[in-house]
């Protein structure tokens, strides 16, 4: 047990600030700064720079493009990328499909799909949930059947973020409708501009459009796009839930934010004081600090066991403890910042649309805040809901 | 950074486990809670034997130049059996003491004879109106030929009715709030002048009121009016040692409450089997994963030499194991129902012990002030 960064982490960190202040676009950090999501633009130039410089997928193996850092080097990487902040490696990408081909794909679809992901030539989808299946994804309809040594694809999928920019879309589709419900399941792999695929939007709440519903009619796909044996989809879909969680901690992006919140809560006045001295905001804003050093270290121990894990194709049950206590965290930032905002938040808008303050009916740092802590409501159901974690703790972790 | 123990700190912790496995089940406790010191000798003796007294300790002072890590994993296994005898006291706090104050002639006096189980100390710093700050110091100090008097009365001093030294926090010179001013003085519990008396705590620990009266300081740690610095420096470490302790208390006590879901039958089923009880059990182990993770940042950063991030870094750790203790502590009574509320039934033990740790050194209250007050620990942008 050695628990302080080695001078080696230490340099390595350094590193990548210097590669973040050399090669991010300074628009890219003002953009994401203001609380915007990095447009796809944005996300596919600093995907290709991360890829020049072999960073595209922290937690690849070497031999598929990984960069071969210890836990303690993508733990730095990934707090870096959110403080600064910049964009993150699109997890579609590089935390979803990637890991999921890497240990079940076959050799061909690792050579075909592997390095376009890191290179984001093709950006994926998730097509998981539908609307008849959402905490209960094992429940789902759509179905694919063998005809002609080709898979058929019919039912619709839904809350697929970001498939208006998506090349590729990876399914989870009912293969055998005999069998119970967790065992007649396939993982695909299903190209976009397939005839028989229909995008339609989905406004939420705050006015943005994320995400969106995918109609499948009569789609066909070749038989070597299923991932993994027919019917074992279940268990890619659960490894893929297992990293997704993992990913959700998002302990930089949550400092980052506090660091933005705090410097609000300086310039902001309330009952004629700055709002930092207010003893009430202050300590509410401590405390969501507090959990977050709790969190950084047990994102750093999951890194380091996940290492042990590695092959195991088993997902760490203590992911569930990153997905609750992060999306809680993020929460309880994004209504702080409203807070901070006080009347000024309650101006309509989408937060990610450009000049939407151009009448300056609000200062521009206020501009949006209440449509992010709208959107991040989000974050305590996707990914398996936070009560869902709590079911699979309990079966998995404490044997009740 | 390495989560991993290596060859020898997994023999230490292997060497602890089998000792307290083998004697300090529920009734041993008990046992050694009744006896007339209010905790085992033996155990002491067994303490000694396996390398714990001297553990912290440099190898030319006489000991075995174990480091925080080290610490943490006896502090665990302490807390996983909640042990009665004075190793917070006289190791991790007198020790510090030893470690951080005391001249080599001094420590040459006293290391081994900590090592070999034959010196006690405890500190002795809570006033009645001090509550949580430890600069609150009325306990005075007087010059007195080469070396100081001290008067004043200690309160909650832990173990310290058979103590055989006294690290006492007195003041030299200064108001009652100032933070300067203020020496720590090693006083031997036979000097004339020292009055002890012992009681029992609510966890089934010891403690004691202790009144200086012109009582003879044997020797000064570090600065006879500097002597703040250290007294912080050595709490900072001491609250790494009760986060481990607390983490070993809270593990049992959940690991007791799921076995009590998984038995226990009404309306025809385990309530293990109820998602209510379910979810509660799972926060439990969201607040005890968070608390074991804050365990291992408070054994880095009590290490860290910059006093004023190391203090706030300190409050974080009081904070945010304090709250998870009480909860974990809470729910595991109201999991098992009735049983739990009764004196022959170890979960309450447990409760007990965390609800002392919790407050020791500043409860969960203090600490998140004290941090808010200081800027947290997230820089603005």
């Known amino acids: 047990m050695e628990l302080r960064f080695t001078d080696a982490e230490v340099a390595f960190r350094e590193e990548v600030r210097a590669f973040l202040a050399a090669e991010l676009p300074d628009a890219t950090r003002q953009h994401l700064i203001s609380g915007k999501s990095p447009t796809k633009e944005m996300v596919v130039e600093w995907q290709r720079k991360l890829n020049k410089k072999g960073w595209a997928a922290p937690e690849w193996p070497a031999e598929y493009g990984g960069p071969g850092w210890s836990p303690a080097q993508k733990y730095i990487f990934r707090e870096e990328l959110q403080m600064w902040p910049a964009p993150m490696p699109l997890g579609f990408n590089i935390n979803m499909c990637g890991p999921v081909i890497i240990q079940f794909g076959t050799k061909e679809q690792k050579e075909r799909f592997l390095p376009r992901m890191l290179n984001l030539d093709d950006w994926w989808c998730q097509g998981f949930s539908e609307p008849g299946a959402g905490s209960d994804l094992a429940g789902l309809k759509t179905k694919a059947v063998l005809e002609n040594g080709e898979w058929v694809i019919n039912g619709q999928k839904t809350w697929t973020t970001l498939a208006q920019h998506a090349d590729w879309i990876f399914v989870l589709a009912r293969t055998d409708p005999n069998a119970k419900k967790q065992e007649g399941i396939s993982f695909f792999l299903v190209d976009m501009k397939t005839p028989g695929i229909t995008v339609r939007p989905i406004i939420t709440i705050e006015g943005g459009h994320e995400v969106n519903e995918v109609f499948f009619d009569d789609v066909k796909v070749p038989a070597n796009l299923l991932v993994g044996e027919v019917n074992k989809g279940w268990d890619c879909g659960k490894f893929l839930l297992g990293n997704e969680r993992f990913g959700q901690a998002r302990v930089g992006a949550s400092r980052e934010r506090i660091r933005r919140l705090k410097a609000i809560a300086k310039e902001t006045m309330d009952g004629g004081r700055p709002l930092i001295e207010d003893p009430e905001f202050r300590r509410q804003v401590t405390e969501m600090e507090v959990e977050l050093k709790a969190l950084e270290m047990s994102v750093m121990r999951v890194i380091a066991n996940e290492t042990k894990r590695a092959g195991t194709g088993k997902p760490d049950p203590t992911t569930s403890v990153l997905k609750i206590k992060g999306t809680e965290i993020q929460q309880g930032v994004s209504e702080l910042l409203m807070k901070a905002a006080g009347p000024y938040a309650w101006v309509d808008g989408d937060p990610d649309a450009e000049g939407t303050n151009e009448w300056d009916v609000a200062p521009d740092w206020a501009f949006g805040l209440a449509g992010i802590y709208f959107n991040w409501r989000k974050q305590s159901i996707y990914g398996g809901s936070n009560e869902i974690q709590r079911n699979i703790m309990a079966k998995a972790f404490l044997g009740l | ?381």
């Not at chain 2, 001249?103 to 001090?130: F, K, M, N, T, W």
């Not at chain 2, 000097?191 to 009121?209: H, I, K």
């Not at chain 2, 003879?216 to 740690?221: D, I, N, Q």
């Open chain 2, 1 to 381: 950074m390495d989560f991993d123990l290596n060859e020898s700190q997994a023999l230490l912790q292997d060497s602890i486990r089998k000792s307290l496995t083998a004697k300090y089940g529920f009734e041993n406790r008990k046992a050694y809670m009744a006896s007339e010191t209010g905790w085992s000798r033996e155990m002491w003796a067994q303490y000694a034997e396996l390398g714990l007294l001297g553990l912290p300790f440099s190898e030319e002072d006489g000991g075995f130049g174990g480091g925080p890590e080290e610490t943490m994993l006896v502090a665990e296994q302490m807390g996983r059996h909640i042990t009665l005898e004075p190793w917070f006291s006289t190791v991790v706090l007198g020790g510090g003491f030893l470690r951080h104050g005391a001249d080599a002639a001094l420590r040459g006096e006293l290391v081994p004879a900590i090592a070999a189980g034959e010196a006690l100390i405890s500190l002795a710093q809570v006033e009645r109106q001090s509550r949580y700050d430890l600069f609150d110091v009325t306990t005075t100090a007087k010059k007195d030929g080469e070396g100081y008097a001290i008067t004043g009365r200690k309160g909650m001093v832990l173990h310290g009715d058979t103590a055989d030294w006294f690290v006492v926090s007195a003041r030299v010179s200064g108001g009652q709030r100032d933070k300067g001013g203020i020496g720590l003085f090693l006083v031997s519990a036979k000097t004339p002048g020292v009055d002890v008396r012992g009681f029992r705590l609510v966890d089934g620990g010891r403690a004691a009121e202790v009144d200086f009266t012109n009582a003879r300081a044997h020797a000064v740690l570090g600065d006879a009016e500097g002597g703040l610095p250290i007294l912080d420096r050595v709490v900072d470490e001491a609250i790494a040692a009760l986060a481990a302790e607390a983490i070993g208390a809270m593990e049992v006590v959940h690991n007791m409450t799921l076995d009590y879901l998984k038995t226990r039958q009404q309306f025809g089923k385990v309530i293990g089997t109820f998602q209510a009880l379910q979810h509660r059990a799972a926060d439990m182990l969201v607040a005890l994963e968070q608390s074991r993770s804050m365990a291992y940042f408070a054994t880095m950063a009590a290490q860290g030499s910059d006093a004023v991030e190391r203090r706030k870094n300190m409050h974080a750790v009081k904070a945010q194991i304090g709250r998870s203790q009480r909860f974990v502590g809470q729910q595991s009574i109201q999991l098992h129902g009735g049983i739990a509320m009764t004196m022959e039934y170890g979960a309450g033990h447990y409760f007990k012990r965390l609800t002392v740790n919790e407050a020791m050194f500043g409860d969960t209250d203090h600490h998140l002030r004290a941090l808010a007050d200081a800027g947290g620990l997230v820089q603005a942008a």
